[in-house]
């Protein structure tokens, strides 16, 4: 873990994504030095992607991530990443990789690296939304909700978020909204020319606010009891190279939710309107009764 005076919460991320090797096609994981009841998803596909890329030669870049949440991960104690290598093609290589603790899987993702190679191409139109620039921070937008958030406000952030409309508490507050969500994104800080470590930091921040818009319409928000929730499954597509440390728009909608499940579609555009990722995740919504 890196402990040096004056790191920065990206630094810590860069430190977090940083597996070590223990064995041929074994690696280990980190923890953060934060208090939380259960390792966050992000985290746990994010190094995942990192044990699989590192098996990969580095002209075959990530175009698609399938992963499952088996269990709740021990944050007290780190995750060992298991790769198979299922195939080596001439064009495509496939991975699996599951997370250990406790000598039990708490999570399984399936990667896909392809040769990069040229075709047809058309893509979706970034929605019209303000720039990032006139957006406020995320602590400040929920600085009326500090007391209430406890650790969750006061908590280091190495992604900088700024949402378009309200995130979830704010929603509550103000009314009804359509099961939809626009954020603006990046690391925080400057990250190394590694482009795995960009992919692996997008694919830790795609699990941050993509299950809000699963909430929105409802007038449920995190964090006040309303509702329990959690990750199940996640699936990415990298369509072309970008940097996770400079602006990146996340468009999400859900187009369902039921039996204490919800689901949720997310687009991530480059600031100059570009198709970059494309994610899909279901969650766990259990509203008490």
């Known amino acids: 873990m ?11 991320l860069v430190d977090l994504l940083d597996l070590e090797t223990i064995e041929v096609d074994i690696f280990r994981g980190k923890q953060p030095t934060e208090s939380l009841q259960r390792v ?11 044990a699989a890329g590192r098996t990969v030669p ?4 990530v175009h698609s991530l399938h992963a499952y949440f088996l269990r709740p991960g021990d944050p007290s104690i780190p995750i060992v990443y298991e790769v198979d290598r299922i195939r080596d093609g001439r064009s495509f290589t496939t991975r699996r990789v599951v997370g250990v603790q406790h000598g039990k899987p708490i999570f399984n993702l399936s990667a896909s690296f392809q040769l990069v190679e040229q075709g047809i191409e058309h893509q979706s139109t970034m929605p ?9 921070t995320l602590s400040e937008r ?13 908590r280091p952030r190495p992604i900088d978020v700024r949402y378009v409309g309200d995130p979830p508490r704010v929603a509550k507050d103000s009314g009804y909204r359509k099961p939809s969500s626009q954020v603006w994104m990046r690391a925080d800080g400057t990250l190394p020319n590694d482009p ?11 699990d941050m606010t993509l299950l809000d818009s699963t909430l929105l319409n409802h007038g449920l928000a995190w964090g006040t009891g309303d509702v329990l929730g959690a990750s199940l499954d996640h699936a990415m597509w990298f ?23 919800g689901l949720s579609r997310g687009s991530i ?4 309107g570009r198709l970059a990722v494309s994610v899909v995740q279901e969650g766990l919504l259990r509203t008490p009764r």
Request: proline share 8%; net charge negative; aromatic share 12%.
């Open 128 to 136: 019209e939304v303000p720039e990032p620039e006139t957006l406020t």
């Open 269 to 272: 555009y480059t600031r100059d």
């Open 239 to 261: 369509h072309r190279p970008f940097r996770a440390d400079e602006w990146w728009l996340y468009d999400q909608e859900s187009p369902w939710t039921g039996a204490a499940r």
């Open 40 to 50: 966050f998803g992000g985290q746990v596909a994010g190094q995942a992607l990192v």
């Open 196 to 206: 795995l470590l960009h992919v692996c930091a997008v694919t830790f921040a795609s």
């Open 142 to 154: 929920m600085q009326p909700y500090a007391e209430e958030m406890g650790g969750w406000y006061t």
């Open 2 to 12: 890196n402990t040096t005076q004056g790191a920065t919460p990206l630094d810590r």
């Open 58 to 61: 580095a002209d075959r870049p």
